[in-house]
């Protein structure tokens, strides 16, 4: 699947789904138009024969978030509330579409950071599973450097990485984090050089599609159910997964391979 305009990406590679961000003259800026094609594809890769997404960008940037220019001509053109209906379609689209589309595939998303990740790019990759970065990668929330708030869901997922203080401090900044430092803050789980990035991260991604990946999916939800649950309710929910789990064929051929002692062969059911 590509858009129309090229600007969204989508790849099988087996059983793993590969989405690109394609807008290298901005930075793969986020315009409406790729909000929802972006949340199409995301949508598009629930079916069972998908395992695992990979989402990254293209030419050296990840995605330097909403496109600026856009909201200029907004307030030029509607003036402030032209500007505010705008800000809210935008946001309550990656909202919706993106940021829950990740979080509701029963199913792993690694961001593969290799550049660039500002503002709506930063909280994108926030939203996936897992992160590995490119030693050339930069963070930087970006939101106050225009006096405006954060959205695409990094008030809710930062301070849950890296503590509440800390997630305060990276929106105040004024200047990016590097790839090493995100390693240490726990943003990302690996950092590669950029000659070898594309292959590492693949592999990264084709190796959890590979896996048993309906567990993956029902722990991702139990994870995010987590933070809204009491001790009582989140064991109940995980006595439920697990009496699910057993009916799959994953479970089934994990506790077999063990016993045999042989590695086990996973086909996502």
Known sequence: MTTTDNRIQLERKGTLAVIRLN?????????????????????????????A???????????????VRDFTAQLESGGPVGLSDHLRELADDLHRQVVMGIRRLDKPVVAAINGVAAGA?????????LRVASSDARFLLAYANIGCTADGGSTYMLPRIVGQGRAMEIYLARQ?????YALDLGLVSQVF???HFERHA???????AQGP????????????????????????AETDAIAN????????EGIRAFSQKRQAWFQGQ
């Open 23 to 51: 807008r290298p003259e901005a930075r793969n800026a986020l315009s409406p138009e790729m909000v929802a094609d972006l949340g199409q594809a995301i949508a598009s890769c629930r079916g069972g024969d998908i395992r």
């Open 53 to 67: 997404v990979l989402l990254t960008g293209t030419d050296g940037a990840f995605c330097s978030g909403a496109d």
């Open 121 to 129: 790019g930063f909280s994108l990759a926030l939203a996936c599973d």
């Open 176 to 180: 990016p984090i590097g790839a090493h």
């Open 193 to 195: 050089e950029p000659s």
């Open 202 to 208: 693949m592999e990264t991604a084709d190796r959890l």
């Open 213 to 236: 990946t309906r567990a993956y999916g029902k722990v991702k939800a139990l994870f995010d159910g987590s933070w809204d649950s009491d001790l009582a309710t989140q064991l109940d």
């Open 245 to 252: 789990i057993g009916l799959t064929r994953d479970f089934q």
